[in-house]
Every structure is written in structure tokens, then in C-alpha cells.
């Protein structure tokens, strides 16, 4: 039973950097696609950031809101997927979600199938 826990969510002010971690268990971490997603109140849930599994290159891919911004990456050892947010902005407040899919390959997937409970950051101008 695959199982997701995010972390190191919090306020901030416009300007400011997070680092939010997801730790994985219950599957064999390194085979699987690794994803952020947020949504905001009122909105869509909008995919953030992914990451290939080390046998895929590692290969990332950004929503254009956050290009330049938000780096993604995992630690195959530890099970973590981490999300470094830098120069946030009041837009970035959301929900942030950390997902995972039964995919080396990040770009085939159409649907992650095990999602965490969340956590909220909120940046304030």
C-alpha cells in the first residue's frame, strides 16, 4: 500500500523559499514517476513539478507558473521527493500535494494513482 507523507509547509512572506519533502513507503520508491500538484482555493488542482525515476535520467518538468522558481528533486536512498521553492509570491498560496505513479517515466503517465494528505503553504505580500 503505497503511502505518502508531505512536510515543510508554513507561511512566508513574497520573496521568501520553502522546502517541501514527501517521504514514500509501501513500494519500491526509485520505480516510480514522483509529482507535486497544488490547488488553490476555488481553482484546479495544477501539476507543479515531476521527476523520472534515476533509470529515466531523472528528467523534470515544470508548470510554466513556477519555471525558474521551484526545483524538484529525489533521494532514491531516503524515499524522499523534495519541492524547493524560491521567490515565492502570494499565487503560490495553496494546498500542496505530493503524488506518485507506477511509471519510470514521468511524461507517460496520465494519472497518479496514491496522493499525501497535503500541506499548506501560504505566502503573504
Known amino acids: 500500500q503505497v503511502q505518502l507523507v508531505e512536510s515543510g509547509g508554513g507561511s512566508v512572506q513574497a520573496g521568501g523559499s520553502l522546502r517541501l519533502s514527501c517521504v514514500g513507503s509501501?513500494?519500491?520508491?526509485?520505480?516510480?514517476?514522483m509529482a507535486w500538484f497544488r490547488q488553490a482555493p476555488g481553482k484546479a488542482r495544477e501539476k507543479v513539478a515531476t521527476?523520472?525515476?534515476?533509470?529515466?535520467?531523472?528528467?523534470?518538468y515544470y508548470g510554466d507558473s513556477v519555471k525558474g522558481r521551484f526545483t524538484i528533486s529525489r533521494d532514491d536512498a531516503k524515499n524522499m521527493v523534495y519541492l524547493q521553492m524560491n521567490g515565492l509570491k502570494p499565487e503560490d498560496t495553496a494546498m500542496y500535494y505530493c503524488?506518485?505513479?507506477?511509471?519510470?517515466?514521468?511524461?507517460?503517465?496520465?494519472?497518479?494513482?496514491?496522493w499525501g494528505q497535503g500541506t499548506q503553504v501560504t505566502v503573504s505580500s
Open positions: 509501501g513500494y519500491i520508491f526509485s520505480t516510480y514517476c
Open positions: 521527476i523520472s525515476t534515476a533509470g529515466a535520467g531523472s528528467s523534470t
Open positions: 503524488a506518485a505513479a507506477n511509471s519510470p517515466v514521468c511524461f507517460l503517465v496520465s494519472r497518479f494513482g496514491s
